[in-house]
């Protein structure tokens, strides 16, 4: 169960660093009370997740699917640049992350 919690906490991540980006430094209301809901949402299941996965593993689990979650939003999303070097960045960020999970 923590797993999965874990990950969900991941993807919320990636919607408090988008809406984040998205208030205009807390200048635009909506997007604003999103990144604040998403982030509660996030690190609650980031600590609860933290109770049973060791804090080294579950943090970079958290990061590495919030930061490729950001990554790829910009780029389906915001067309950022998806370049061949930086899509391989991102697999590389996965990879590390599956490592993890398996070398629990």
């Not at 660093?17 to 690190?43: D, Q």
């Not at 699917?65 to 910009?74: F, K, L, M, P, S």
């Not at 067309?79 to 992350?97: E, F, K, N, P, Q």
């Amino acid at each position: 169960m923590a797993w999965i919690v874990l990950v969900l906490s991941g993807f919320f991540e990636t919607v408090w660093a988008v809406a984040l980006g998205a208030s205009r430094g807390f200048t635009r209301l909506v997007p604003s009370l999103v990144f604040g809901g998403a982030l509660v949402v996030s690190m609650t299941g980031l600590a609860y997740a933290l109770r049973t996965i060791p804090v080294g593993t579950g943090y970079a689990v958290w990061v590495g699917i919030g930061a490729v979650g950001a990554a790829v939003y910009g780029m389906v999303v915001l067309d950022d640049s998806a370049s061949a070097a930086r899509l391989l960045c991102l697999v590389l960020i996965v990879t590390g992350v599956v490592g993890l999970k398996l070398v629990h």
